[in-house]
């Protein structure tokens, strides 16, 4: 397999010569476990760790390899590799890191497009919808909605979920599949195009991991069958991969996620909620929060039923967590500047005993 094939381009190539990266080799992470990476070249696929002094200088999880990545590496056995630089990214897809205040957990990078998979049984919810889209917006990710699982309800009740959705989201492609009859894969994968990276983003058990293995033709990924008393399959993918299909699209699976937590996502709320946003810009007050004030243009529209109550209340919930990201975030910024300046003050105090 080809470097191009992996989604290599001259913008990468240009960084390489750039930073006089020639000396390694190139690749892309296709899979992560915990503090080891398995690259993806020309070479073939290398269990690989991090130089200590790429581990120790990170200041955050931004500075830390992700599947998608591409990096420079030197090999020093048969399949073992050293990752020596992370190449620069042109988008991230995140979220807020679950028990880790102020935190955000990297989900992927390099990513065109996110095929956010919901299923039409249980697993719908039109709130998570939106947040998915949210994520997808703000990390400059082209979002494309896959509801599988159509053959567990009606066409009657299949429209009427269609409808809900096409009321709160617009210019978003939506396509309706099932992994048991095939309808509408033949449409999803006319979707894929060569050469670009897809992400599965979705809950445990709406069917990521046999879709992955129905459009690549290959049994990649264990599936677990539906559960009768939950109506839901079993959560199977245990860690994120990257799969090249046959016809040259890259595709990301990872685990279910049942949080999807805001983090400091401005742009991507804005544009999920843009109805909203541009009402905003006719409030009377310009911090506006657009719950009690008067004047308000967006209160307004709800009270004429002009904008959804539901989605306006997602809208509101996600703005509250985005602040509390950002705040959040802020403080742990002070403490850790504390910390450093309490080590820095104990270091001069010791230097001024010993002297």
Not at 50 to 78: C, F, K, M, Q
Not at 85 to 101: D, F, L, M
Not at 255 to 271: A, F, K, L, N, Q
Request: glycine letters at 8%; hydrophobic letters at 35%; one cysteine or more.
């Amino acid at each position: 397999m080809t470097l191009v094939e992996l989604g290599y381009n001259s913008d990468l190539e240009q960084y390489r010569k750039d930073k006089k990266l020639d000396a390694f080799n190139v690749g892309r992470i296709i899979s992560e476990h915990k503090d080891r990476y398995v690259v993806k070249t020309d070479a073939g696929e290398f269990d690989s760790e991090l130089i200590g002094n790429l581990r120790y200088t990170a200041e955050s999880r931004h500075d830390l390899p992700a599947v998608g990545d591409w990096v420079a590496i030197s090999e020093y056995d048969e399949d073992k590799a050293l990752i020596h630089s992370i190449y620069p990214r042109h988008s991230i897809i995140e979220r807020k890191a679950v028990g880790k205040p102020g935190q955000v957990q990297i989900i992927a990078t390099n990513i065109d497009y996110g095929l956010i998979v919901q299923s039409v049984n249980r697993d719908f919810n039109m709130n998570r919808l939106e947040r998915y889209l949210a994520i997808c917006n703000a990390s400059k990710v082209k979002p494309i909605v896959v509801l599988s699982k159509i053959d567990l309800i009606s066409e009657e009740e299949l429209k009427k979920l269609l409808y809900q959705i096409n009321e709160r989201i617009n210019g978003v492609p939506l396509i309706v599949i099932s992994n048991e009859s095939n309808v509408g894969l033949d449409k999803l994968e006319a979707v894929i195009n060569k050469g670009e990276t897809y992400c599965l983003l979705g809950s445990s058990g709406v069917g990521k991991s046999t879709l992955l293995n129905k459009i690549s033709g290959k049994e990649i990924m264990d599936t677990g069958a539906i559960s009768q008393s939950i109506d839901r399959g079993r959560h199977i993918t245990s860690h994120r991969e990257l799969v090249v299909l046959a016809n040259g699209g890259i595709l990301i699976d990872n685990p279910g996620m049942r949080e999807v937590g805001i983090t400091d996502s401005s742009s991507g709320i804005e544009i999920t909620f843009d109805d909203i946003v541009k009402l905003s810009n006719h409030c009377k007050f310009k911090d506006c929060t657009h719950t009690t004030e008067i004047g308000c243009a967006v209160v307004e529209a709800l009270e004429k039923g002009d904008i959804d109550h539901d989605s306006y209340e997602n809208y509101l919930k996600m703005e509250r967590e985005k602040v509390h990201f950002e705040s959040t975030v802020a403080q742990r910024r002070k403490k850790d500047k504390d910390f450093g300046k309490m080590i820095k003050q104990f270091k001069n105090q010791k230097y001024k005993g010993n002297t």
